[in-house]
């Protein structure tokens, strides 16, 4: 399908930089879907545009997923692999992309109803993956992310039509309040910011190590800092924190001796299939922008 066939809800990309009310619901899910998710948690979730978990898998769980994060940004074939991203300046390994695919254990998770299940409640439909990745943040400095918007670039760059997208961000490693952890502007998700500056062709080589276009100015940050203020999310390895796609969120470099990684999975409602890009010339590799809409079963 061709972005000719849909109604672009949210223009970015273009001479100047542009503010839409979002035109989607948060929650897609009716009161009575079932999931894991009680309805108080819900209902926040829609206020603020993300959910906080205490304990989403087990100490014993985290150290199956840490050896593997482990196994895979050690072994030489995955490093060379285009899925996996390096720092810019150590040549450290900074993500790889498509974990659900390479690895079987990360596979598993996916499926988890305690993972999934939650996406389906929140989305209100069956769901596929259409991004999965470890980040790896390893002491003595490792990058961060700047702020931006995911649903900026996946609607831009990946062809996604409407905000009907989730994010867990999953720890493996303790998330202090000093090692880069992620920061959101609570109720954010409400307002669609579309950024200024066209699209570079294959700007994702740049991009997945230093945000460029697609960057909101400091003009619009200000403001949206200033009315929503900032939460910082701290936890223990096996929390896990849920957020819409359209939040502004990024987080900060990683100075201290303390590494934070974490696996990230990114599902989107099968009703809600990409298509063509809304602002670039060519779409994203299908290793960060999926073009598998299968059911996760």
């Not at 672009?8 to 979002?22: F, K, Q, S």
């Not at 359209?246 to 696996?263: E, K």
Request: proline content about 7%; some cysteine; overall charge negative.
């Amino acid at each position: 399908m061709t972005t000719a066939d849909v109604t672009d809800l949210y223009p970015t990309r273009g001479t100047t930089e542009v503010t839409v009310p979002r035109q989607d619901p948060v929650v897609w899910g009716s009161p009575d879907t079932p999931g894991p998710i009680p309805t108080a948690d819900l209902q926040g979730y829609d206020r603020d545009g993300f959910l906080a978990i205490e304990q989403l898998i087990t100490p014993d769980e985290v150290e199956v997923y840490r050896r593997e994060l482990e196994r895979l940004v050690t072994d030489p074939a995955i490093r060379a692999d285009e899925r996996s991203i390096v720092e810019p300046k150590s040549k450290e390994i900074r993500s790889v992309f498509e974990v659900h695919r390479i690895s079987e254990v990360f596979a598993n998770l996916v499926r988890d109803e305690r993972v999934v299940g939650r996406a389906r409640q929140i989305l209100g439909s069956d769901v596929y993956v259409h991004q999965s990745r470890i980040n790896v943040k390893p002491g003595f400095g490792a990058s961060g992310f700047y702020w931006h918007s995911d649903f900026e670039t996946w609607h831009a760059e990946d062809g996604l039509p409407n905000m009907r997208t989730v994010s867990v961000s999953i720890a493996l490693t303790e998330n202090h309040d000093t090692n880069g952890g992620l920061m959101i502007m609570p109720g954010s998700h409400k307002t669609f910011l579309g950024c200024a500056g066209e699209t570079p062709k294959d700007n994702y080589k740049k991009s997945l190590q230093m945000q460029d276009a697609g960057t909101p100015s400091d003009e619009a940050l200000t403001s949206l800092a200033s009315a929503h203020g900032i939460r910082l999310f701290t936890g223990k390895a096996g929390s896990a924190t849920w957020f819409d796609c359209n939040c502004m969120h990024g987080s900060g470099d990683n100075i201290t001796p303390f590494p934070r990684s974490n696996v990230f999975i990114v599902f989107n409602s099968v009703e809600n299939k990409a298509v063509d890009p809304f602002a670039a010339p060519v779409r994203r590799p299908d290793f960060i922008g999926a073009r598998d809409f299968t059911p996760v079963r």
